[in-house]
């Protein structure tokens, strides 16, 4: 269903909500004084969770602006076949190409969370644009760049190696960071350092040297291993850090993947079906051609038949006629 129908609805200007769109990218390099304006002209929607919000196919005229709650963006389908684009929370905003045509929504919205949405008519921003045309170029750059990044994941490879692509950009701080934290990592580091300490308190212990460099308790040595834990610290966490930002590269990758061939076999399954359908129209038109085919030929045999049987009662009567003449001359 359409939530529009079913959401309490009013005016927004009971709360000051300039500060929300200001934060919207739509709205950049506007006045305080336009987004009061405009934040006035909004209306405040309330949904519950598991609402729909909007169905693709539907006709729209207003975009939506979250000001609390969570919505997810989806291509309609059963459970299995739905496919998620995208979730969306406060300060994110959907619907606004109906903004600018009449075509049909091309995507749903489902409401996940209790949600608070702003709704911005057509009509209300044609008004507001002839006033300010400033904000038309800044929506026009908003929905260029959400093209473009469509556009990008669809037409290009999603597949990428992330692993690849950060060995490319590190660099040598990053580089000995991560040689660091493997060589700690390591059984090679524990038998160095063992080794290292037991060479370091024979000589040092005043069994070979009568008067040693660094003599018990190895206060020398002890401040040489407090560098080194202190210096380790921190390049393990900064190669870890990175470990996580690799881990993040590898899911948002991941997930591009699965969205690209989620909506190609979307566009297979729609063509399938399309082909399916039109196969199954011109089965029916070859069906009727044919029963065309056999009733003409049936009313054409028919006729032959007629005709025969026409011409045999003719041919009858026409052997009958001599002898009635001859019976009627006799008489």
């Not at 473009?148 to 990428?160: D, G, H, P, Q, Y």
């Not at 009733?295 to 028919?302: A, I, K, L, P, Y």
């Not at 026409?310 to 001359?329: C, H, I, L, N, W």
Request: some cysteine; glycine content about 6%; aromatic content about 6%.
């Amino acid at each position: 269903m359409i939530a529009g129908a079913a959401a309490a609805s009013d005016k927004a200007p009971d709360l000051d909500v300039s500060p929300l769109l200001r934060s919207i990218p739509l709205f950049t390099g506007l006045t305080d004084e336009d987004l009061h304006e405009l934040g006035r002209a909004l209306h405040r929607r309330r949904f519950a969770a598991g609402t729909m919000v909007m169905n693709q196919g539907d006709t729209g005229s207003s975009m939506y602006i979250v000001e609390s709650g969570e919505c997810n963006i989806h291509l309609p389908g059963d459970a299995s076949r739905r496919v998620s684009l995208k979730d969306i929370a406060r300060g994110e905003y959907f619907g606004e190409l109906a903004l600018f045509d009449e075509m049909p929504r091309s995507a749903s919205v489902l409401v996940t969370t209790d949600a608070v949405l702003l709704e911005l008519g057509r009509d209300t921003l044609e008004n507001f644009l002839g006033r300010r045309p400033q904000v038309a170029l800044a929506i026009l750059r908003t929905m260029s760049a959400r093209l473009r990044e469509t556009n990008t994941m669809l037409s290009a490879r999603a597949a990428k190696n992330v692993d690849e692509e950060f060995e490319r950009n590190l660099s040598w701080s990053d580089k000995v960071a991560d040689v660091v934290a493997e060589l700690n990592g390591s059984w090679k580091f524990i038998l160095f350092l063992i080794g290292m300490t037991i060479v370091w308190c024979g000589i040092n212990a005043g069994i070979w040297w009568s008067q040693p460099a660094d003599p018990y308790p190895f206060a020398f040595f002890n401040l040489a291993l407090a560098i080194l834990v202190g210096l380790q610290g921190p390049l393990i966490v900064m190669s870890q850090n990175r470990q996580s930002l690799k881990d993040r590269a590898r899911a948002d990758t991941d997930f591009k993947v699965n969205l690209k061939n989620e909506v190609n076999i979307e566009t297979l399954l729609r063509e399938l079906a399309e082909f399916r359908s039109e196969h199954k129209a011109r089965e029916m038109r070859e069906q009727e051609r044919r029963d065309l085919e056999r009733r003409e030929n049936d009313r054409r045999e028919q006729n032959r038949s007629e005709q025969h049987r026409s011409e045999q009662e003719r041919r009858e009567q026409d052997r009958r006629a001599p002898d009635r003449r001859d019976s009627e001359g006799v008489l």
